[in-house]
């Protein structure tokens, strides 16, 4: 299945997947929310998706998928110059695909990840050991988001339906995995690393 905002990219990219008989094209959306839709739907082998797909985007899409038995592989394609190869591979992607590169090596891609193999080009993995955000719980994540929305304890306890003594204890798990002594700090540090991913 592909996800492009670009009518003219998703076109062009069906009929390239339609003319290799190594591929079968299910379905194609626009948005994030179309693909979910349909792969809650009809199974799919492979999800071809634009990184910055509206309105979730791919990390977003990969992230709710994830947990699903039969989810898609995902192959991202993007700018590879940037950051997106590291953040695509973070967010549990199978694949990365440069939108500046060959076709073929798109479809490559495709049929190597279809056959359970992981395809990246080089990627600096220290990097990636340096975002202590990526070392949080999805729930100690969402809560960060939240008290960067700047809710008090008693607003986090009553949203997650926790005990605000439950949201203490993930607050002092966040700071320390954040090395951070306190909210505000905690909150400078998100805001900060989420600047550096977009």
């Not at 600096?124 to 340096?130: E, G, I, S």
Request: proline residues 4%; aromatic residues 8%.
């Amino acid at each position: 299945m592909l996800a492009d905002s670009n009518p003219l990219v998703l076109s062009a990219m069906s009929e390239i997947f339609e003319r290799d008989p190594r591929f079968s094209l299910v379905a194609t959306s626009a948005t994030a929310e179309g693909f979910l839709g349909t792969v809650m739907r009809i199974p799919v082998q492979v999800g071809v998706v634009d990184w910055t797909l509206p309105a979730l985007g791919a990390a977003k899409l990969i992230e709710v998928l994830r947990d699903q038995a039969d989810a898609p592989r995902f192959v991202i394609y993007g700018d590879a110059s940037g950051d997106v190869p590291r953040l695509a591979m973070q967010a549990g992607a199978a694949g990365f695909a440069a939108r500046s590169g060959e076709v073929e090596g798109l479809l490559e891609t495709c049929a190597e990840v279809a056959a359970g193999k992981m395809v990246f080009p080089f990627i600096d993995v220290r990097k990636m050991k340096q975002d202590p955000i990526q070392s949080l719980s999805r729930k100690e994540r969402a809560i960060l988001e939240a008290l960067a929305q700047g809710m008090s304890n008693r607003e986090l306890s009553k949203e997650l339906q926790i005990s605000t003594n439950t949201v203490k204890f993930h607050l002092s798990n966040i700071y320390e995995k954040l090395n951070v002594k306190n909210r505000t700090q905690a909150i400078a540090f998100f805001y900060s690393s989420h600047r550096g991913a977009d």
